[in-house]
């Protein structure tokens, strides 16, 4: 971070923004630490782990949603945007985890969710019981259906978890009535952001926030507030799930930008905060849009998370990554994994090669300008849990595709902390996924005492991106490297080699300052990366 933290210093136009080249650590909250034994990680297990971020050394945290909710899709489906939910706390429990983070010199971000609520929210309720044509169905994306008596659905499109994309609902005198879209789960109704109403209930809820003293917002699905005129539908129905393509007439529709300079306007009045979308558009110019100087600030990039461990295609998706921001002047943001993409060692192939190339990316990712995001459990190596159960998943995705679709509960299994059985320090109770008893060589405790670790490598390279001088400056420089490898140059002076050979190669002049294996004779080993001054 390179400005300073509550006020003082210099002058707000003489400092880039923290957020610019922030580590952002993302708290998947379920998954993250419990605190009163019902097997669901919590705030007060968050609060209680502080000390931990710190010792870790991010700057901000992003925490998934924990806003009121059913849960039918982990809390992205919300039936009140301003309160807490008991699951995870209270709203004092909250204020007091903002100041206790600010004590420790770390910032407070939060998920919103702005292009669905749950069913369960009073809105959709209301909308249920007032019938076709009322104001309060005008709130949500009702339409009749097509056919002679209505029985099929408005247009194509599937839902993003499977099956259809609208739900018939029953009119109030019990006859099969209308239909309402939802991208997402039948308990995620879409909201009609042509309704003035929607947009002013979500200004609320951002300065309900903002007030409390939230740093900013991760917002979801922000390519998709926006419905083509018309609802038309689908050249090619793509039933594929959680998949996206630049063609989806369901998201990146040119309304989108009108929202996005909304939210940007309420957002300059708190000119310490930041808005980050979940923006997934694989055409650059496209992608710069979101992130014009009146739209957000920042927007996640997926390429390095969706890029296999390739130097061609790492030097493609850093090169792209770069473009559509800079085109812009924005800045770049880099994230290897959440909590919806499969966990980055397994990824890279699993078990001690998985391992070794995570630490490599993971260190050519904090050596690019901009700000990166660490999903929780990344840095203890943690990998993805592919035989969970089938009685346990709840990824609304396993139900929806009829049991084909595992989902995303193989990348938030609840972290382990401590002790050589599960549930490790998470929870006192039963955890709500199961912990492989493998994790007890993955521990928090176990890592901490080892300098080899993952945790410590991320400590390191944490701290050094940091306070190391040559770290400065936009933009990177390719450098000559041989085949297999992969080398560039910060303006600072930093110069960042990986090496995705299978085999040892020597490494130009310079003193090492970290290396993601040992380095002996000058020969950094395949899959590893190393920085040098
Ligand atoms: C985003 C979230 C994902 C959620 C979806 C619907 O893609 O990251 O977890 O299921 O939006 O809200």
């Known amino acids: 971070m390179t400005d300073t933290f509550a006020g003082g210093g210099a002058a707000p136009e003489q400092v880039a923004p923290w957020w610019r080249s922030a580590v952002f650590y993302q708290v998947y909250p379920r998954s993250f630490a419990d605190s009163n034994g019902d097997g669901v990680g919590d705030l007060g297990g968050l609060r209680d782990k502080l000390g931990y971020l710190e010792l870790l050394g991010v700057d901000a945290l ?15 489906d919300v039936s009140d945007p301003r309160d807490i939910d008991p699951l995870f706390g209270s709203l004092e ?13 770390m910032r407070v971000t939060m998920d919103l969710v702005p292009n669905h609520s749950s069913d369960q929210h009073p809105w959709f309720q209301a909308a249920l019981a007032a019938g076709p044509g009322s104001p309060e169905r005008a709130r949500y994306l009702f339409r009749d259906g ?19 994309a609208w739900t018939r609902i029953r009119e109030a005198d019990g006859r099969p009535g209308q239909w309402y879209l939802h991208l997402f789960a039948p308990e995620q109704p879409d909201l009609n952001w042509e309704n003035p109403e929607v ?8 300065r309900f926030w903002l007030q409390r003293g939230v740093d900013g917002f991760r917002i979801d699905v922000a390519h998709g507030m926006a419905k083509p005129p018309g609802l038309p539908d689908m050249e090619t129905v793509d039933t594929r799930m959680l998949a996206h393509e630049d063609s989806d007439p369901r998201f990146n529709n040119p309304g989108v930008h009108r929202i996005h300079r909304g939210i940007r306007r309420i957002m300059d009045e708190y000119p310490h905060a930041v808005a980050i979308g979940e923006v997934w558009v694989n055409d650059n110019n496209r992608f710069g849009e979101y992130v014009r100087p009146d739209e957000l600030h920042l927007a996640f990039n997926f390429r390095l998370a969706e890029t296999p461990f390739a130097p061609d295609s790492i030097r493609a998706a850093v090169d792209n990554s770069l473009r559509a921001v800079t085109m812009v002047g924005a800045s770049p943001t880099w994230t290897l994994s959440n909590h919806d993409i499969a966990r980055e060692v397994t990824r890279y192939g699993g078990g001690a090669v998985g391992q070794a190339r995570a630490r490599a990316m993971m260190m050519l990712e904090m050596a690019l300008p901009g700000a990166v995001f660490v999903y929780n459990g990344a840095e203890l190596g943690l990998p993805n849990v592919d035989d969970l159960p089938d009685e346990v998943l709840q990824d609304p995705a396993w139900a929806r595709s009829g049991h084909v679709e595992r989902g995303r509960d193989g990348c938030r299994v609840p972290l382990p902390w401590e002790g050589e059985r599960s549930p490790f320090g998470f929870t006192t109770g039963r955890p709500w996924l199961p912990i492989p008893a493998q994790w007890a060589q993955l521990t928090v405790e176990r890592q901490l005492e080892r300098l080899d670790s993952m945790l410590s490598l991320y400590r390191m390279a944490i701290e050094l991106r940091a306070v190391r001088p040559e770290f400065a400056g936009p933009g990177l420089e390719w450098y000559g490297s041989p085949p297999g490898c992969l080398a560039f140059r910060r303006a600072g002076g930093l110069l960042c080699v990986l090496n995705a050979t299978d085999s040892p190669i020597v490494l130009p002049a310079g003193e090492v300052l970290l290396s993601s294996a040992p380095i002996t004779a000058r020969k950094l080993p395949a899959n590893s990366t190393a920085w040098l001054v």
């Open 93 to 105: 429990l909250m204020d007091e985890l903002i100041a206790e983070a600010h004590d420790r010199r």
């Open 62 to 76: 992003w925490i998934c949603p924990i806003m009121r909710s059913p849960m039918a899709d982990g809390g992205y």
């Open 199 to 206: 947009a002013a209930d979500f200004e609320q809820t951002m």
């Open 146 to 164: 097509r056919g002679p008596d209505g029985g099929a659905p408005p247009n194509n499109w599937p839902s993003i978890f499977g099956g259809p």
